[in-house]
């Protein structure tokens, strides 16, 4: 992995607006939310004469398929942090700032919450498994919230590439951009000709490093300087696309199955999504600005990865009282997507979401500290990021343990050591943007 300079230059038709786009922060906390609205519905609880039974919700559902276009929001969340990235870059370059910089703050900003999460949840499992917890429930925790830290993986690998990305977009933005949809759509069709379902997961780089790409053009002013028709004629054309993928059965029509391993198809939802975003920006901005969009949106962008973080374990211990509640009262859980079931789900996502963002009031100071001096290596921030990268993906493929979580801690607190300057002390710490 190369970490390399961008060359500084100014973008083209670049719309001047604030130091923060107050509207694009207002859709990024809603996308946010999506995320932890789509995984609590997903949660399922069941109690059987063998003990509880943790399932999906959504296996085998007729609902999860429309729901997933609302729901499906990670092509946005990419496109927004392509937009972000791009901008915080060139602004740590006005300050005098280098790729290193960039990448390290971005290290640091993404894995010290997860740091703190990964221990609780190992500290938790290990008081479980003290208590006698059977191991295959121990086993189906650690897997559920494993599942989620792909998110982090691509988006800090993502991330850590932004300045060569950079680099490439300011040569040959459309060239850079074609090359990484190619790819995607050519690891699908050779997942479909071998029928190897693991070469898709090839689409873990293309799909998401394609769709921060597509941000890069909305972060130009590229895409708003297009006329109205056809940034809306895109959007329409893409949807037909679409559409036309799941009428042929190219893709499934259920988002979410697009999602693991990651499809083209991704690609043309953030095209839908991009054209969305632009054609609305100036009401999302006007939006944004009053009282309680404005709240929400200063409640979430600080703790953004702590939310994300914490809200699969808020499930996992919700779950589990659930299920340690009917079975010592007595009380028949509703079969899962019965009426009663549906009928419990307002309380049960509002639930969701007030204990998450508790416990991410109560964490998010690790996420908002400023980074350290960097490294002056770039070798040593390579090796960082390296690192990171296989402790989080041991939790994502292994799921997570006691063992694998020791594991994951003793490979990503190095990597932050190494991504910061051997005596930092001395020297000014990097703002987080």
């Known amino acids: 992995m190369t970490i390399a300079p961008a060359p500084f230059t100014a973008a083209p038709s670049q719309p001047p607006r604030g130091l923060r786009d107050t509207g694009i922060d207002f859709v990024r906390a809603l996308c946010v939310i999506g995320v932890v609205l789509l995984h ?13 039974v943790f399932a999906n919700a959504s296996e085998g559902s007729a609902w999860i398929a429309p729901l997933s276009w609302v729901l499906q929001v990670m092509p946005l969340f990419f496109v927004i942090g392509g937009f972000s ?20 703050a971005r290290l640091h900003r993404l894995l010290r919450p997860a740091v703190i999460t990964i221990g609780v949840v190992a500290l938790a499992l290990a008081v479980l498994t003290v208590l006698g917890t059977p ?5 189906i925790a650690g897997f559920r919230y494993g599942q989620p830290l792909w998110f982090l993986a691509v988006f800090l ?15 040959a933005p459309l060239l850079t951009i074609g090359l990484l949809t190619a790819a995607a759509v050519a690891v699908d069709g050779l997942r479909a000709i071998s029928g190897v379902d693991a070469v898709g997961f090839l689409n873990l780089a293309f799909v998401w490093m394609a769709l921060q790409q597509l941000g890069f053009f909305l972060a130009d002013g590229r895409i708003d300087a297009l006329s109205r028709r056809t940034r809306a004629a895109a959007g329409a054309v893409a949807l037909g696309v679409l559409i036309l ?35 609305t920006r100036d ?51 509703p079969p899962l997507g019965s009426m009663d079931w549906w009928a419990a789900r307002p309380l049960w996502l509002a639930l969701a979401l007030s204990l998450t963002a508790l416990v991410a009031v109560s964490t998010s100071r690790f996420e908002s500290l400023p ?34 979580a020791a594991i994951a ?23 987080v943007v």
């Open 85 to 104: 990235g791009l901008i915080a870059y060139r602004r740590m370059r006005e300050r005098g700032g280098s790729a290193r910089s960039f990448v390290a």
């Open 157 to 171: 690998m993502c991330q850590a590439l932004l300045p060569a990305l950079a680099s490439a977009h300011e040569r």
């Open 40 to 52: 609590a519905i997903m949660v399922g609880v069941t109690v059987t004469d063998a003990g509880p």
């Open 371 to 404: 980074a350290p001096a960097c490294s002056a290596s770039s070798t040593r921030i390579t090796a960082a990021v390296f690192l990171a990268l296989v402790g989080i993906l041991l939790l994502l493929v292994l799921g997570t343990s006691v063992a694998t």
């Open 409 to 431: 801690l003793a490979l990503v607190i190095p990597a932050l050591r190494l991504a910061q300057a051997r005596s930092s002390s001395s020297t000014p710490r990097t703002a």
């Open 245 to 279: 993928t799941f009428a042929t059965g190219t893709y499934s029509p259920d988002l979410i199955a697009n999602i693991n391993p990651p499809t083209a198809a991704l690609l043309l939802v953030g095209v839908v999504h991009t054209s969305a975003l632009s054609l």
């Open 283 to 333: 009401r999302l901005e006007q939006i944004s600005r009053r009282p309680v969009a404005a709240a929400f949106t200063a409640f979430v962008t600080p703790r953004t990865m702590s939310i994300y973080l914490w809200h699969m374990p808020v499930l996992l211990v919700m779950a589990g009282v659930t299920a340690v509640f009917a079975m010592l009262s007595g009380v028949e859980l």
């Open 135 to 139: 191991a295959d429930l121990l086993a």
